[in-house]
């Protein structure tokens, strides 16, 4: 096992798919407790995460824990979370739409180093 490393997960399936949408969270939070970096990419839909008003209404089963709540824990473990400024345009949305758990937003190159730079990237 790597003593030190980085893990980065991009995260491409939104609320019209809940049942995805806590694995990265919960993926990125163990990383950090195997003494691991974390962050996660929000494109595509998985945007929509971190607009306002979503994630505190969405749940990835029926009765289910709400998909906020495994971010916040994330949060609070260390990940980063980071949107796809590309993803923002798609969906009509601006950082003033985005929750305070976003830390920034991000472009291709910054992706792409971050993959290039990671011991593992994950994409859900």
Same mark, same amino acid.
């Given at each position: 096992m790597i003593e030190e490393g980085k893990v980065t997960i991009f995260v491409t399936h939104?609320? *019209? =798919?809940? @049942?995805?949408?806590? =694995?990265?969270?919960? #993926?990125? *939070? =163990?990383?950090?407790? #195997?003494?691991c970096e974390a962050e996660m990419i929000f494109q595509i839909d998985g945007a929509l995460l971190l607009k306002k008003g &979503? !994630? @505190?209404?969405? /749940? $990835? %089963? +029926?009765?289910? %824990? %709400?998909? &906020?709540?495994? #971010?916040? +824990? !994330? %949060? @609070? $473990?260390?990940? /980063?979370?980071? /949107?796809?400024?590309? $993803?923002?345009?798609?969906?009509d949305m601006t950082p003033d739409d985005l929750i305070e758990e976003c830390d920034d937003v991000v472009g291709a190159a910054y992706m792409i180093d971050a993959a290039l730079n990671s011991h593992m990237v994950l994409t859900y």
């Open positions: 939104g609320p *019209s =798919t809940p @049942e995805r949408c806590a =694995t990265p969270f919960y #993926m990125a *939070s =163990t990383a950090l407790a #195997m003494d &979503i !994630a @505190e209404n969405l /749940v $990835a %089963k +029926e009765q289910g %824990k %709400k998909v &906020i709540d495994f #971010m916040r +824990e !994330a %949060k @609070e $473990a260390g990940v /980063v979370l980071h /949107v796809c400024s590309a $993803a923002l345009q798609l969906h």
